[in-house]
């Protein structure tokens, strides 16, 4: 009984042990004897022996540090996997989300972005949408070691359809969210994304370019040439994507919004505003305009409080 006690390691870097369903017991302590994780099988049929009523878990489990034999049994019975958690932050777009793919260190961003760049799965709600894009919800999500691109897709965007669902809503998806992606990367406050989303509205009522500088970013960004900070030849880039030279709204969403956006995209507050600046006290907040002069001169406090 000491010795399935006894604390074990024969490795020196972390190792990982899979076991299939329906991997015997035998062929497990095989396994876990080639890795160096146990020092012996007898020891680990020992300890199923100890411990027979419970039932050994597949999946990957990761080692990293000594254990005894009843500890190694215990570990694979409570089926403790091995995962990884990727969090993705409202807003990101799916640049942003390869690269934090990337950093799990189980793929490259370009292998992210070749199933993210594929809408078939969304095809059947938006039938226009030119990629997943706007559709990988923001989420913390369980990823494992042999978990696909695609797969990691298909967990968002399963995520964003029963979001959606539950807003009961009967609106446009594609316009909803091409909208509600707009007011995410602009509105850095949550409290003004209903402003924002009521000046959006409110110049595609009057036929006004949105004029929103995140899609000249994203428009950059899918000709694989944006540089950190938006340049006059961005602002007349004539790419679709890019508000300043098209009217309308781009075609499709340029992020993924979280739900409080989605929801201020449907309901945007009811103002008169066209225009909004950002404030130059840092707080991340705007100053909403109705008319051109006013905006001119929240404009001209911004510039001359920036350049103190």
Not at 61 to 75: C, D, I, N, Q, T
Request: proline content about 6%; aromatic content about 10%; glycine content about 6%.
């Amino acid at each position: 009984m000491y010795r399935l006690n006894q604390p074990y390691k024969g490795f020196s870097d972390p190792v990982f042990v899979e076991f299939n369903r329906g991997t015997s017991t035998r062929s497990i302590a095989t396994i876990l004897k080639s890795k160096g994780v146990i020092e012996d099988r007898w020891l680990f049929l020992a300890a199923r022996a100890v411990e027979r009523g419970k039932n050994l878990q597949a999946g990957e489990y990761r080692f990293e540090k000594p254990a005894s034999p009843l500890e190694v049994l215990s570990r694979i019975a409570r089926g403790d996997i091995y995962y990884m958690e990727l969090l993705i932050p409202e807003g990101y777009n799916m640049f942003d989300i390869a690269d934090a793919v990337s950093k799990l260190g189980t793929m490259s961003p370009a292998t992210f972005l070749a199933a993210a760049k594929d809408p078939g799965m969304i095809r059947d709600i938006d039938p226009r949408a030119p990629t997943l894009e706007g559709y990988l919800f923001p989420n913390k999500y369980r990823i494992y070691r042999r978990t696909t691109a695609q797969q990691i897709c298909r967990m968002m965007t399963n995520e964003f359809r029963a979001q959606w669902k539950a807003l009961g809503t009967h609106a446009n998806v594609h316009n909803t969210m091409t909208l509600a992606s707009m007011v995410e990367r602009e509105a850095k406050r949550p409290e003004e994304r209903p402003l924002v989303a009521s000046v959006f509205h409110n110049r595609l009522s009057v036929g006004m370019k949105l004029d929103c500088d995140p899609t000249t970013v994203y428009a950059a960004l899918l000709e694989d040439r944006y540089r950190g900070t938006i340049y006059k030849s961005d602002l007349a880039n004539q790419s679709l994507w890019n508000t300043y030279q098209h009217p309308g709204l781009p075609p499709g969403p340029i992020s993924n919004p979280g739900i409080s956006t989605i929801k201020a995209a449907l309901s945007p507050a009811d103002t008169h505003f066209l225009y909004f600046v950002a404030k130059a006290d840092g707080s991340g907040g705007h100053n909403f305009s109705e008319s051109l002069h006013q905006h001119e001169e929240a404009v001209a406090g911004y510039q001359r409080a920036t350049r103190r």
